[in-house]
């Protein structure tokens, strides 16, 4: 089962900005169709401020 959104607070490890972005915990790729780009989005937040990118 995919997980819902969730919203998480992000501290960016690079210039220590700190924002709310959101995640999916859990995506289920076979069930749910969801493309690469998607995927990538959901898995990682990039910081407004320096445009670091962050695994999540
Ligand atoms: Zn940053």
Redesign the pocket.
Same mark, same amino acid.
């Given at each position: 089962m995919t997980s819902p959104v969730e919203r998480i607070f992000v501290e960016?490890p690079? &210039?220590?900005?700190a924002f709310i972005d959101w995640c999916r915990p859990s995506i289920n790729t076979e069930l749910d169709d969801f493309d690469e780009d998607y995927i990538r989005e959901a898995m990682t937040a990039t &910081?407004p401020? &320096?445009?670091?990118v962050i695994e999540l």
């Amino acid at each position: 089962m995919t997980s819902p959104v969730e919203r998480i607070f992000v501290e960016c490890p690079k &210039c220590g900005h700190a924002f709310i972005d959101w995640c999916r915990p859990s995506i289920n790729t076979e069930l749910d169709d969801f493309d690469e780009d998607y995927i990538r989005e959901a898995m990682t937040a990039t &910081c407004p401020k &320096c445009g670091h990118v962050i695994e999540l």
